[in-house]
């Protein structure tokens, strides 16, 4: 199952005609998370010194580690990896392969992550890393021996029960095989067995589980459908818009083409298609995969950002980056919800414009943790050496997500907040119970 296009998601971004690219420069990720780390803190009366543990991650590591590329040279890469929370279980999080991986951004990804694992109740922390560089731009021996160097160079930072990592941006199943391997060839031999939890999202067949592949979209799905029912809105013959297509945006697009919702506008990095008749989601998931993007696909007619983001629908999926939706998206959407597949890709500007609209949005913390949900599945089956079914591990995700949402959606009723601030709240008013009963040492 490494099919994910992590090729996608790889090159720098082009300049958009309204110049949204994420940079620590124009937008701060880490402080938007610290504020709504805030809010919810508020709405809850939060134990201070919770709060004050909290805004700031545990460990940050940064590493400047050697490569030499194809050509003899020896190039210097610069990989992160933040531990941000380790109460409830070991630090868990994605690794991202892209151009404008930084510091901030990373801690934003983890501090997500501790939420994500509280809310979904997973003994699980929340850590996220990644290595600044364009994995489109070299070979795939470099990309290999890049992914392998980092690896060998973070050495006891992870571990199956200390930190594990899986895929993001611009990484997939592949990634997490070459990151397992020099894992395992670290330990040696009589471990070698033991430490496959030392990363989830592998291939199957070196110890992943069936349906993490499709996990995150399939948990915005779940969420989506609760939605639908809450609303009394009929899914079938409703429409859709997704921007990023890549494992997240490809696996929703596909798993709700299934309950009769049609994909009808798409875009990722290499720009944006038009086709009021619904794409084949299928057979656009295969057409990335094969060819890396989008670009060049015949069934759509090409659009601008702009008017992608303008597009009537019912659905919108961001499933690309953080920061795309500012205010002057915001304002050109034409949705009824609002399914964020990527990790905060809503700014709080433009959160602010949807809500007063009335656009429902169902956040990230909630909406794409069917990811990490799955990645337990997986981390339990190696620790037991048992394979699950499909079947198994869709009805467990399906559970999961169901409790997750209900409990969000009800607390944001009951205490008057909007699904962001309760999701994040429900987190972390779980870890609070924790701190409480240890406190702190010494
Ligand atoms: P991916 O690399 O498979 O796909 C990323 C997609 O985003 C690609 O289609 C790429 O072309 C597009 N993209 C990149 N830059 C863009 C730009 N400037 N404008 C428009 N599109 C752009 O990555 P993924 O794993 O699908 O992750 C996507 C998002 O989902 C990220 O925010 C990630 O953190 C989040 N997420 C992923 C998982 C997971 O299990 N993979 C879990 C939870 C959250």
Redesign the pocket.
């Known amino acids: 199952m490494s099919t ?7 090159s720098i ?2 300049p ?1 005609p309204s110049g ?3 940079t620590a420069k124009d937008y701060d990720f880490f402080k938007v998370v610290q504020d709504y780390l805030e809010r919810a803190a508020k709405a809850i009366n939060l134990e201070p010194f919770v709060r004050t543990i909290l805004t700031q991650p545990k460990n940050e590591i940064i590493i400047n580690f050697p490569v030499k590329m194809d050509n003899g040279e020896v190039r210097l890469f610069k990989g992160y990896r933040v531990q941000h929370n380790n109460l409830l279980g070991p630090f868990k999080g ?1 690794m ?1 392969f ?1 151009p404008s991986v930084t510091l901030d951004d990373v801690k934003a ?1 983890a501090a997500m992550m501790t939420w ?1 694992s509280a809310l979904l109740r997973l003994p699980f922390g929340g850590g996220k890393g990644g290595i600044k560089f364009d994995p489109h731009g070299v070979s795939k021996a470099e990309l290999q021996r890049i992914t392998r160097r980092f690896t060998h160079s973070l050495g006891e930072n992870i571990g199956p029960e200390y930190d594990i990592p ?7 199943s592949q990634t997490m095989a070459w990151m397992m391997d020099t894992y395992s060839n670290m330990v040696g031999s009589a471990q070698k067995q033991s430490v496959k939890g030392v990363v989830t ?1 592998k291939p199957v067949s070196s110890g992943g589980t069936l349906g ?1 592949t499709k ?3 399939q948990g915005c799905v779940i969420c989506v459908v609760e939605w639908a029912k809450e609303k009394n809105f009929d899914l079938e013959g409703s429409t859709m818009t997704v ?8 696996h929703l697009a596909v798993i709700l083409s299934r309950l009769g919702v049609s994909t009808v506008a798409v ?4 720009g ?1 298609l038009l086709n009021p008749e619904g794409f084949n989601a299928h057979k656009l998931q295969d057409y ?1 995969a094969s060819k890396g ?2 670009a060049g696909y015949p069934g759509g007619k090409p659009i601008t ?1 702009e008017e992608f983001f303008a597009t009537k629908a019912d659905i919108f999926a961001p ?4 920061n ?1 939706i500012g205010e002057a998206e915001a304002a050109s959407l034409n949705v009824k919800v609002i399914v964020e ?5 809503t700014n709080p500007a433009g959160e602010k414009i949807l809500l007063e609209k009335g656009v429902d949005i169902l956040p ?1 913390v909630l909406a ?5 949900t799955v ?1 337990y599945y997986e981390w339990v089956q190696n620790k037991r050496s048992e394979s699950w079914t499909e079947e198994e591990v869709d009805a467990k995700l399906e559970r999961a997500m169901t409790r997750a949402y209900k409990e969000v959606s009800d607390f944001a009723r009951q205490k008057k907040v909007d699904m962001r601030v309760a999701a994040y709240a429900l987190a972390l008013s779980r870890i609070e119970s924790v701190y409480k009963e240890r406190e702190i040492f010494p």
């Open positions: 994910k296009t992590s090729e996608s998601s790889a971004p082009a958009t949204r690219i994420p994605g991202r892209h990804l994500k899986a895929p993001d941006v611009g990484t997939n999202g993490r996990a995150t979209g921007q990023g297509f890549g494992n997240v945006g490809s875009g990722d990095h290499t944006y990335v993007s989008i950002r499933c690309a980056l953080e795309q597949g990527a990790n905060g890709p990230d794409n943790s069917g990811g990490v990645s």
